[in-house]
Structure formats: structure tokens, C-alpha cells
């Protein structure tokens, strides 16, 4: 059952590569006090995702400046990840959930993307408090529809 306003979001430990040169794993308890915005993304360097994940980039300093931290997530291995960000300069954070733990936990498997490739994320964002409680969800219909920017962000701002 796809998670919900009001439901606690599921923890999570994942690797990342970006923007650190160094491999790090990033939880959901890292940002205990901060609000987040989980951006699940199909795959890196398909079309609409590169704008999506170009378009969070561009409005990170808007979030820092909300108290908020954006963390971009799809199943692609971390080199992929970190060859995508550097050839889209996307400063946002990229978490590899290659093992497609998360997508499940979270209820985002998009069962078949395309050329045969099956379980990568659906395009989704899930706004969490500081608190760890989803306070703006959104999975788009198909993975060629593009997120709500307007929305995320007036989600995050009414956050405090």
C-alpha cells in the first residue's frame, strides 16, 4: 500500500557518491531536526529525469534556505549516479538503491520502465518533518509525467 500524508516514513541506510568524492551511506536519521524531500527518480540520464533531478538542483539553496534537504534516489549503481551529476552539475545528494530495498519500502516499484528493464523507482517525491512524518506525497501516473515543483515547494515552506 503506497505510503500516505501522515504516516511515518520508513528508515533507510543508502550508499551514495555524490556530491562526496568519497562513499558515504546516508539514513533517514542523519536528518533528525531537518525537513526532507525524497525525490525517486526512474534512471539516470533518461529525459525527464535529467530535468526533474536538474530542476531540484537548481532550487537546493532554496530548500537549504527552507531547512530542508533534498535527497535524489533511483536504482542506479553509484558510478552511474556520480557520472550523471557531474555530467548535469546536479549538486543534489544521489542514493543508490540498487538492491530496490527502498523503492519497496516506500511503495514506488515501478514494475517495468522500458526495454525490458523492470523494477527501477517510480517518479515520486514524499516531503518529510523534522519529525519523520510524510507531510506532502506525490507518485506521478507514468514515469514520462513530471513532478510538481510548485507543490514540493510550498510544502516545504509551510513545514517549520
Do not use: W
Amino acid at each position: 500500500m503506497a505510503l500516505k500524508v501522515g504516516d511515518k516514513a520508513p528508515d533507510f541506510t543508502l550508499p551514495s557518491f555524490t556530491p562526496s568524492p568519497e562513499l558515504v551511506q546516508v539514513s533517514l536519521g542523519g536528518f533528525k531536526g531537518k525537513n526532507l524531500v525524497l525525490v525517486f527518480f526512474p534512471q539516470a540520464f533518461t529525459g525527464v529525469c535529467t530535468a526533474e533531478m536538474c530542476a531540484m538542483s537548481d532550487s537546493f539553496n532554496a530548500y537549504k534556505d527552507m531547512n530542508a534537504e533534498v535527497l535524489g534516489i533511483s536504482v542506479d549503481g553509484t558510478f552511474v549516479q556520480k557520472a550523471f551529476a557531474a555530467s548535469n552539475n546536479i549538486k543534489v545528494p544521489l542514493l543508490s538503491d540498487y538492491n530496490r530495498v527502498m523503492i519497496r519500502a516506500y511503495d514506488v516499484v515501478h514494475p517495468e520502465f522500458a526495454h525490458g528493464q523492470k523494477e527501477t523507482a517510480k517518479r515520486a517525491v514524499y516531503v518529510i518533518d523534522k519529525e519523520g512524518i510524510i507531510r506532502y506525497a506525490e507518485v506521478t501516473p507514468t514515469p514520462g509525467d513530471q513532478v510538481n515543483f510548485d507543490a514540493i515547494k510550498a510544502a516545504v515552506s509551510s513545514l517549520k
